[in-house]
């Protein structure tokens, strides 16, 4: 058997692997879609608890300076201090995460499987070339 007939062979594992990669990631991908809508959802819920949060901030900030003359210094204190509480509670989860997996993760998978997969592709490029000599 000459090369010339594994030729189609070889052009055909090419046009094979790629639509292969392309399932690969759809179906690693296609359940996070649901997750990511839930996610979302809640993101909506939670981001109306942290607009509340703000809103109070805002209120505080605006009672100390504009009663600040009038306020005992005990009771401005108290304010501070719950101001500050509310900040860092607001900080502390203001960014709330839509995906599952956290952009860092990702990178790390895909880096960490793109050697594995470029041995596979060459073996099996070389495989389909040695087999038709």
């Not at 692997?17 to 909506?44: D, E, N, Q, W, Y």
């Not at 504009?66 to 500050?84: F, S």
């Not at 599952?100 to 793109?114: C, K, V």
């Amino acid at each position: 058997m000459s090369s010339e007939n594994f030729a189609p062979l070889e052009s055909t594992v090419f046009f094979l692997v790629i639509p292969l990669a392309i399932l690969c990631l759809f179906s690693f991908f296609l359940p996070l879609g649901s997750i990511h809508s839930a996610m979302l959802r809640a993101k909506t819920r939670l981001q109306v608890e942290l607009d509340q949060i703000s809103q109070e901030i805002h209120h505080l900030g605006s009672n100390l300076l504009t009663k600040a003359e009038k306020l005992d210094p005990e009771q401005g204190k108290v304010l501070e201090e719950k101001m500050e509480f509310l900040k860092r509670v607001y900080a502390r989860h203001s960014q709330i995460p839509t995906w599952p997996y956290r952009n860092a993760h990702l990178r790390g998978l895909i880096s960490t499987q793109i050697v594995p997969t470029i041995g596979v592709i060459s073996t099996v490029v070389n495989f389909v070339r040695d087999f038709g000599k």
